[in-house]
């Protein structure tokens, strides 16, 4: 299954691959244990789904998307009911699904190159963790291994480049 993260713009500063941000204050669980997390659509993401909210901070929580309960709220609980944290607007978000490979494709009509790296620290120069480059109209680059199966996340890689600069991003789920 091809999982499509979409078109995204590039900001100029690291930023995962297959990143999002909340519209609206993450709150603790309800009595159920539901959390509600709101964002600028759902479309993207499925039940059963994990995200990553506020990664690599120490208030990180990995969630799962319990059911979409409308186009802008993602009903979540803790993973294994772990405690979980208040989050302001605008807290970045990471989907985290197991996958075979991740394809970056960076368009023809870009002049630049992604610059893609393991963290937020890859930069838009190839410096920080960048160990790879999608270059403009050029074949996908390619997050992949030699064992078969689902065994890299969609929250490992990071991308970076020039200031609204346009990629695809998609993921490939056995």
Known sequence: MIRSWGVLTLTGSAQPCFGDTTTAAVPLPDSFGKIAVTVASTSRYQGGDRIIVAPETNTQDILKIDSIASSTVLNCQSEGNAKTHTHPTSTQILLSI???????????????????????TVTSSGGG????????????????????????????????????????????VV
Do not use: H, K
């Not at 197991?98 to 937020?120: K, P, R």
């Open 98 to 120: 197991a996958c075979a490979e991740i394809m970056v494709q960076n368009f023809s009509s870009a002049s630049n190159v992604v610059w893609l790296g393991t963290d937020n």
């Open 129 to 172: 963790s960048a160990f790879g480059q999608a270059l403009p109209g050029d074949i996908p680059y390619r997050f992949s291994n030699s064992v078969q199966f689902n065994a890299i996340r969609t929250s490992e890689p990071w991308m970076s480049g020039t200031n609204g600069q346009t990629c695809g991003i998609a993921a490939i």
